[in-house]
C-alpha cells in the first residue's frame, strides 16, 4: 500500500501516522511559502514551520518527481485545473497509480478528497479534522505566535532580534501549544515585557483596572509615551473610551499636559432623525456629544467647571481646520464615522508635544460613505507598523450582560 499525503494532511501531522508515504514536491512549496506569509495564522505558519522541520528529518518521507508534461496529460484527463496546485499535487497521485497497484490519497481538505473520490482506482480517505488555511484576520495591534523552542529560546536570549518577525509597536501573545505563557511588545528595537499602570479616577472615586488582557495591552499601549498617535477598536462595551478617557484625565492631572481636548464628527445615528437648529455657543451644542466626558468626571456641573476653567475643551471635527494643537491629550470619539482626509485633517493639527487618541468601531458606522471610505481601515492598512503609531483591538465586551446581548444580535467585526 502506497500513502500519498497532501499539504493539509501534512499540516495535520498524517505523516506521524502513515510511516512511509510519498509527497508532492509542490506540497513543499506550499509548506515553504505558509512559513512566511501575511495571509496566513500564526497557528498555521506554526504548524507549516514544524512539518517542513519534521520533513527534513524523516527518513520516512519521500518526494515525486513527475515531469510538467506527465501532470498536464494527468490534469487534461480529469479536466483539473492547470493553475491549482491542489489539482497538481492529485495528478501527481494518480501517476503514483500508474506505477503501483494500489495508492492511497490522505487529505484533510473537504473539496480535494471530493475531487480525489472521481479517481477510478485511487483510494482516498480524510484525516484528522478540516484544517482551515484561514486568512488573517485585519490587524489589530497585536497576535498569536506559536514559536518552536528553538524561536523561544532566541526571543529570551536575544530581545533585539525581531524572532516573530512583528510589526512595530505590535504586542506578540506568546503559546506553547494552547497555553498562553507570555505577552511581550516588539517597539522596534527589542521585545519588552507587557507593562502598565492601574489608574485612579478621583472624580468618580473609581480605580481603573484591565479586566482582560487586551485592556492590559490597550493601558500599555496609552501610557507608552514614545507612541503620539493611537488607536482603540472594539464593539459596545469593550471599555475604548473609558480607558481613553481615564488616561487623559489622568494625564492633565499629574500635569502632563495643560489640556484635555475632546473631538468628534457631529454626524447624527443612522437610522436617526436630525434634531434641528441647536442655539447657544459651540460648547452648549457640543454638550449633547460629551456625554462620555460628563461621565468621566461624575456629571455635567464637573465638565462646565473644567470647561470654564481651560483644562478640557470640546472641539467638532468642523471647526479644527486651522488649529495647532500643542500640550494637550486629544481623544476623537466615534472615529468610525470619519473618513481617511477627515482622519488627516486632524493627525495634522497635533503638535509633536501632543499626543491624539482614536477610539472608533467599524460595526458602528453612520453614514454609507464612511463604509466606502473609512478612516479607521485606512489608519490600519496605511499605519500600522510606523513607530509612531500604535493600535489595540479590544475583542471582549466588559460593560455588562446586556451589552453582551448585542454581540448575539450583531457579531463584533
Known sequence: ????????????????????????????????????????????????????????????????????????????????????????????????????????????????????????????????????????????????????????????????????????????????????KDVLFWNGKKYRPLRYKEIKNNYIGQTIKPRNLEQKMALDLLQNDDIPVKLLTSAWGGGKTLLALSYALDQITHGNYQKLIFVRNNIIVSDTNDIGFLPGTIQEKMAIWAGPLADHLGGPDMLNQMIEDGIIEIIPLSHIRGRSISNAVVVCDECENMTDKLVTLLMSRIETTSQLIFCGDVAQIDNHKFEQNNGIRAMINTLSGDNLFGMVKLIKSERNAIAQLCDRMIPPK
Not at 24 to 53: D, G, H, M, W, Y
Not at 118 to 145: A, F, N, R, V
Open 1 to 180: 500500500m502506497i500513502y500519498f499525503l497532501d499539504t493539509s494532511a501534512i499540516l495535520n501531522g498524517a505523516y506521524n501516522i502513515y510511516g512511509t508515504c510519498y509527497i508532492s514536491p509542490l506540497s513543499i512549496q506550499e509548506l515553504e511559502n505558509i512559513k512566511t506569509s501575511n495571509n496566513k495564522s500564526e497557528r498555521v505558519k506554526f504548524l507549516a514551520r514544524q512539518a517542513v522541520r519534521d520533513l527534513l528529518n524523516s527518513s520516512f518521507i519521500t518526494p515525486t518527481f513527475f515531469s510538467r508534461f506527465q501532470v498536464n496529460r494527468v490534469l487534461h484527463k480529469y479536466k483539473f485545473l492547470q493553475d491549482i496546485p491542489d489539482h497538481r499535487i492529485l495528478a501527481e497521485a494518480v501517476l503514483m497509480l500508474e506505477k503501483h497497484d494500489s495508492v492511497h490519497f490522505i487529505t484533510s481538505d473537504g473539496a480535494q478528497l471530493l475531487f480525489a473520490r472521481q479517481i477510478s482506482g485511487l483510494e482516498s480517505d480524510w484525516y484528522g479534522t478540516e484544517l482551515l488555511i484561514e486568512q488573517h484576520e485585519d490587524y489589530c495591534g497585536w497576535s498569536k505566535y506559536y514559536p518552536t523552542s528553538e524561536e523561544m529560546a532566541l526571543l529570551y536570549s536575544n530581545p533585539e532580534l525581531n524572532t516573530l518577525k512583528c510589526k512595530t509597536n505590535e504586542f506578540a501573545e506568546i503559546f506553547e501549544g494552547n497555553e498562553l
